[in-house]
């Protein structure tokens, strides 16, 4: 099941929006929406991965970094 949204956003970014494939906004919305959830879970997964072969150390360092990296990527 579907449900219709109304989003504001950015001319610039409406315009990176128009430019990706498919036949409508609302396609190449959830088509982007879908991308960033599956790099999400193969995100996790990684993370459940390392963090069953590292130590303590290794694993407040990589989640420091994981956390300022990602701080950076959505207040841009």
Do not use: C, H
């Amino acid at each position: 099941m579907k449900s219709k949204i109304s989003v504001t956003i950015d001319q610039p970014l409406l315009e990176f929006v128009d430019s990706l494939p498919g036949n409508s906004r609302s396609e190449k919305i959830e088509n982007a929406v879908r991308k960033i959830k599956r790099m999400s879970e193969e995100r996790d997964l990684r993370i459940q991965l390392i963090g069953y072969r590292e130590d303590d150390a290794e694993r407040v360092e990589r989640e420091s970094w994981e956390n300022a990296i990602a701080e950076v990527m959505w207040n841009e």
